[in-house]
């Protein structure tokens, strides 16, 4: 779009391939569809030898943010549109398997 300021060297697009692939794969179809951030987790799982997750998931009281967003109305429900527990799960078992990091927050 003309009105978009960015670098097109710098703008990953992924193939719908890969979405259905996370979602059906890895989410066992749980939620409405994948996360942007689950979508990234899984993108670095497949493609970098290392990988790192710090804050990442809900906040103590089951709600998500975007970290961007300086709104207080911005808190979701827990999960929303996104199986984000179910997502969570993931995440555990992946870092007990010893293929990624997770630092969660306090």
């Known amino acids: 779009m003309a009105k978009i300021n960015a670098d097109k060297n710098k703008v990953l697009i992924y193939n719908p391939t890969f979405l259905k692939y996370v979602y059906d794969v890895w989410l066992e179809r749980h939620g409405k569809y ?46 929303g549109l996104h199986a984000g527990d179910y997502e969570s799960v993931i995440m555990k078992l992946l870092a007990c398997k010893n293929k990624m990091k997770l630092f969660e927050g306090r």
Do not use: R
Request: hydrophobic content about 40%; charged content about 20%; glycine content about 8%.
């Open 34 to 79: 994948p996360s942007t951030g689950f979508l990234t987790l899984m993108f670095a799982i497949h493609v970098c030898d290392e990988v790192n997750v710090f804050g990442f998931g809900a906040a103590k009281d089951g709600t998500w943010q975007h970290y961007w967003e300086k709104n207080k109305f911005t808190k979701w429900e827990p999960t």
